[in-house]
């Protein structure tokens, strides 16, 4: 497997973007809806599939893109070659704020392994397919099911995720994470779900009914700010709706929001 060499730069803070410079002839591929700029001469088309494997005819595709649906993306990906001259650039963005995690896939044994929604484009060459977890309790309790994105390949790949990302190296060693922190790690790591702690502790500590343990000798990659943690808390002060009228926080401000909005 030869992936594509592409250059990048991370642009940005916590609203990232990713600039990648392709030279001619040059592709990257992305998850649909995730470009956010790019200069002229490259051209872009929506394809079922990586393109790592060129000559897996269309049965190959149908069930590339079958596993693809099942973590709930695209079945579509698109490809973006540029067919100028000269190096031209193309930039990606996370679609919620967090940062951007560029990955070496050489450098890491070839093969990292993500939660569904943690990738954003790669170098062509690199395989985006799934990884079904070893253990049922991963997938009842591990927050991401029993699926999870592998990405496979010899070149480079981004991904993003919420909040501050934290690299751990692990050493043979244990670590035990929130469920939803994990954005992913390296395939020597073990994955499994345990229980946190006693009784009282999974209803009353406020950590979750289960916590995830990762074990073996790799990089982890976790977020301080999961996109279903922010869900959650924007959710639970959101104004509640009775009877077509605004209800809790806010009182005036709520009237001249209605008065805004029409109501």
Do not use: W
């Not at 009182?251 to 008065?259: E, K």
Request: glycine share 16%; proline share 2%; with cysteine.
């Amino acid at each position: 497997m030869n992936s594509h060499e592409v250059d990048y730069e991370i642009l940005g803070d916590d609203l990232q973007v990713v600039e990648v410079e392709l030279d001619p002839g040059e592709t990257v591929i992305a998850e649909a809806g995730a470009m956010n700029y790019m200069e002229e001469g490259i051209a872009f088309e929506a394809k079922m599939g990586d393109g790592s494997n060129p000559n897996e005819g269309f049965m190959g595709k149908l069930m590339s893109v079958g596993k693809r649906a099942l973590t709930g993306e695209s079945i579509f990906m698109t490809h973006f070659t540029n067919i100028g001259s000269g190096k031209k650039r193309v930039s990606f963005s996370a679609p919620y704020p967090g940062k951007i995690q560029a990955l070496d896939l050489s450098q890491i044994g070839g093969r990292f392994i993500c939660q569904k929604d943690a990738f954003l484009c790669a170098a062509k060459g690199t395989n985006v397919s799934i990884a079904f977890t070893q253990r049922m309790g991963a997938g009842f309790f591990g927050g991401e099911g029993f699926i999870l994105q592998k990405l496979e390949g010899d070149g480079m790949a981004f991904v993003h995720a919420g909040g501050t990302i934290v690299r751990k190296e692990l050493a043979g060693e244990s670590l035990k994470v929130d469920t939803g922190c994990i954005v992913g790690f390296s395939g020597n790591i073990d994955y499994s779900i345990e229980r946190a702690g006693s009784l009282k502790s999974m209803f009353f500590g406020g950590e979750g009914l289960f916590l995830a343990t990762l074990r073996g000798t790799g990089t982890v990659y976790l977020q301080s700010l999961p996109f279903s943690r922010l869900c959650d808390r924007i959710l639970a002060h959101a104004p509640v709706q009775n009877n077509g009228r605004r209800q809790g926080e806010g009182s005036v401000l709520g009237v001249v929001g209605d008065l805004i909005g029409g109501r």
